[in-house]
């Protein structure tokens, strides 16, 4: 059986795209254990900079394979702890990279593959995006990270809104919550978040690191502890080449070549 998803490394571009568009790149077994060792394969290559995750067909991952929850040969929850075990699994290796993430959601999106499509640093959606809890209609809970990840970029209520009533939510109304960064035409996401991921893989990849770790402490921080993270950060980005360059490139009018 082929994967359902491919890895592709374009440059230092890590590229996964979900691809299993006949059956709506369903979040089943095949696609959860595909997806885990997708992410090892990034997260033990240090020649990638960059991670773009993104799907082919007219949605991006409508979620967990509901038909598979109906099988009666097996207790429910044995299905649903054989899927969610890799893909918690590679979702907490994502939140540990040091490399800046990219997701580009290009159509429906629901359940499981919420957490999917917003995992990333940067989050960006095709007009033809729609956002649907869908949890509980058939008597579930959040999982894959998505009850976090909407509390975290559109705050609690709306998270109450989009789980517990189920309505579709369009990438308009997505991006005025906060919950993607931008919205592309559907024939332009593509190429749009490709270059986006090549931007981000000639970055200087020290400093990324330190930012991602800056802003993912920042909410647990006082003032006093983040301005103290961010004096070590910048003393320590102080001291790489890649900072005197940023600088020297600066000063000379031309685009820095970090290492």
Not at 137 to 159: E, H, M, Q
């Amino acid at each position: 059986m082929s994967s359902p998803l491919t890895v592709e490394i374009d440059h230092a571009l890590a590229i996964i795209t979900f691809n299993n568009p006949s059956r709506a790149n369903a979040l089943d077994l095949a696609m959860a254990q595909a997806f885990a060792a997708a992410i090892e394969q990034v997260a033990s290559d240090k020649s990638i900079r960059a991670l773009l995750i993104t799907a082919n067909g007219k949605q991006f991952c409508v979620g967990g394979d509901v038909n598979a929850f109906a099988d009666t040969s097996r207790p429910l929850v044995d299905t649903l702890r054989g899927l969610l075990e890799p893909v918690h699994a590679a979702l907490r290796l994502v939140s540990l990279l040091e490399i800046p993430v990219v997701c580009a959601i290009n159509g429906a999106v629901g359940g499981g593959g919420i957490g999917l499509g917003l995992c990333g640093d940067i989050v960006l959606a095709a007009e033809s995006m729609k956002l649907r809890g869908g949890y509980s209609a058939i008597g579930l809970t959040p999982d894959v990270g998505g009850s976090w990840f909407v509390t975290r970029r559109a705050g609690a209520a709306r998270a109450r809104d989009i789980f517990l009533t189920n309505r579709p939510i369009s990438s308009a109304e997505c991006l005025s919550m906060g919950l993607v960064d931008a919205v592309h035409p559907d024939a332009e996401l593509a190429s749009a978040a490709r270059a986006l991921g090549h931007q981000l893989a000639k970055g200087p990849a020290q400093a990324q690191a330190r930012i991602k770790a800056l802003i993912s402490a920042a909410s647990h921080h006082s003032l006093l502890q983040h301005l103290d993270a961010e004096r070590d950060s910048m003393f320590a980005s102080g001291e790489t080449e890649d900072g005197h360059e940023g600088i020297r490139a600066f000063i000379e009018k031309r685009a820095p070549k970090f290492n």
